[in-house]
């Protein structure tokens, strides 16, 4: 059986995965790839909650305790729900980390996200509650995941200096990936924005699955845990 679960519209939170893996070694854990369903971010709150439901579903007739929502957009805009209609289940979002931006004290960040991350109220909250005398960009990036997922360079570079290409005089001085896709594109982020910052979750959501698991006196195991990847 397997203790996490872990879900995502398809490769992009492999990079959380790979987070977990380093930190807690010794869990099974079962990893959703729902490419089929890429983008999240360009779904309605009613197509999203019926792709994430279904998808929690098989992953508690898997067994799991703990599951790892990796994707920003399933986060802001389905994880309060889950946690009300699954109790029993511990879950941990992946949002984006406007907070170690601003407290690490950069002042012209830019946010990329998808359409359903930078519109959600959760994006909003976290950028009010956070923000003080930084500019905080919002960049939505409609079209972006779904050409990282399928590999897609010539469109991921013409996106991407679409939506960078006006901040190149702004001073900036980091980027927060608001989506766990955005993890395999930073060298092409780079090369249009120079020496900047780039800064994602992902570290942050393995430590806290792992604080979650000890809380709750759920993280044992002393031989390297099995993963599974269900592609769908």
């Known amino acids: 059986m397997y203790k996490i679960g872990m879900f995502d519209s398809g490769i992009g939170g492999l990079n959380v995965l790979e987070e977990i893996k380093k930190l807690i070694p010794n869990e099974n854990i079962i990893y959703y ?3 089929s369903n890429n983008p999240y971010g360009e779904k309605t709150d009613e197509e999203l909650w019926t792709i994430v439901s279904n998808i929690v579903e098989y992953l508690i007739d898997k067994g799991v305790k703990e599951i790892i929502v990796a994707c920003n957009t399933a986060t802001t805009r389905c994880i309060k729900r889950l946690r009300e209609e699954y109790p029993e289940i511990i879950f941990i979002g992946t949002e984006p980390a406007i907070k170690v931006a601003t407290d690490n004290n950069y002042k012209n ?3 990329l996200g998808t359409p359903g991350t930078i519109n959600s109220d959760r994006l909003h909250e976290l950028v009010n509650c956070n923000q003080s005398d930084e500019n905080i960009y919002l960049i939505e990036c409609s079209g972006l995941a779904n050409a990282i997922e399928n590999h897609d360079n010539d469109t991921i570079n ?3 200096h679409n939506y ?3 901040y190149k005089d ?3 001085d980091s980027v927060v990936l608001g989506c766990t896709h955005y993890g395999y594109i930073k060298d092409q982020i ?3 924005l120079g020496n900047i910052k780039l800064i994602d979750g992902n570290l942050g959501v393995a ?3 792992k604080r979650m698991l000890e809380e709750n006196n759920l993280l044992d195991g002393t031989e390297e845990g099995k993963i599974e990847i269900v592609e769908r």
């Open 109 to 111: 960040i830019i946010l």
């Open 170 to 172: 702004k001073n900036i």
């Open 164 to 166: 960078l290409d006006e």
């Open 158 to 160: 013409s996106l991407l």
């Open 190 to 192: 780079l090369n249009i």
């Open 207 to 209: 430590k806290q699955a």
């Open 33 to 35: 790839q729902d490419s």
